[in-house]
């Protein structure tokens, strides 16, 4: 699928949740949001859920954001995939 036809799946802006998962070391949650506030600004607490992995080793992270366009969300996910502290996102 060509770029173009990837830009038409989302009608900007529109929200937009973002999953990092980590392990559970202090400071995980707010490494993320400090990638992702990096391109969006500052993001209210209510657009973060952080839940712990069933053996309690890892934390997912999501963020809803209010995406204005593709290059927004590109530069989120570069921001996370180049963290060496993330281990995948989603």
Do not use: W
């Amino acid at each position: 699928m060509a770029d173009h036809d990837a830009d038409q799946l989302f009608e900007f802006p529109c929200r937009f949740p973002i999953k990092a998962m980590g392990r559970d070391a202090e400071g995980f949650p707010a490494h993320v949001l400090e990638l992702v506030g990096a391109v969006v600004g500052t993001i209210p607490h209510d657009d973060m859920r952080v839940k712990p992995s069933s053996g309690g080793r890892f934390l997912s992270v999501t963020v809803t954001v209010t995406a204005e366009n593709r290059e927004q969300l590109d530069a989120i996910y570069r921001n996370l995939t180049n963290s060496s502290r993330v281990l995948l996102a989603l």
